[in-house]
């Protein structure tokens, strides 16, 4: 059974940063896309950042990058998303989804080509 566990979010200043991590595991099929989403209050769930593993591509939604930096662990079985020069535009629930299937990271980047998502990890942005 797959399962992805997030951690790693927090409250952080302007300007601050953090790391998230994405702990996988039960995959079975040889091929996957990771990705990262966001809800925050009473706006749609968005993606934001995925990496494949077939050729190591990535993508980001425009709002994060130069900011935000995917990176992926296979001894651990992990992928992280390093999150710079946060903004009060950052705060939401971020989630960890995975799509088994062989292609480039933008082109399957989207909530509908997901087969399984983690519960998500709340960022917070104050002074």
């Known amino acids: 059974q797959v399962q992805l566990v997030e951690s790693g979010g927090g409250l952080v200043q302007p300007g601050g940063s953090l790391t998230l991590s994405c702990a996988a595991s039960g995959f079975s099929r040889p091929f996957y896309v990771i990705a990262w989403f966001r809800q925050a209050p009473e706006k749609e769930r968005e993606a934001i950042s995925c990496v494949s593993n077939a050729d190591n591509s990535t993508y980001y939604v425009d709002s994060v990058k130069g900011r935000f930096t995917i990176s992926r662990d296979s001894a651990k079985n992990a992928v992280y998303l390093q999150m710079n020069n946060l903004t009060p535009h950052d705060p939401a629930i971020y989630y960890c989804?995975?799509?088994?299937?062989?292609?480039?990271?933008?082109?399957?980047?989207?909530?509908?080509?997901?087969?399984?998502w983690g519960n998500g990890t709340l960022v917070s942005v104050s002074s």
């Open positions: 989804a995975a799509a088994f299937v062989k292609g480039s990271s933008e082109a399957l980047c989207s909530e509908d080509r997901m087969d399984s």
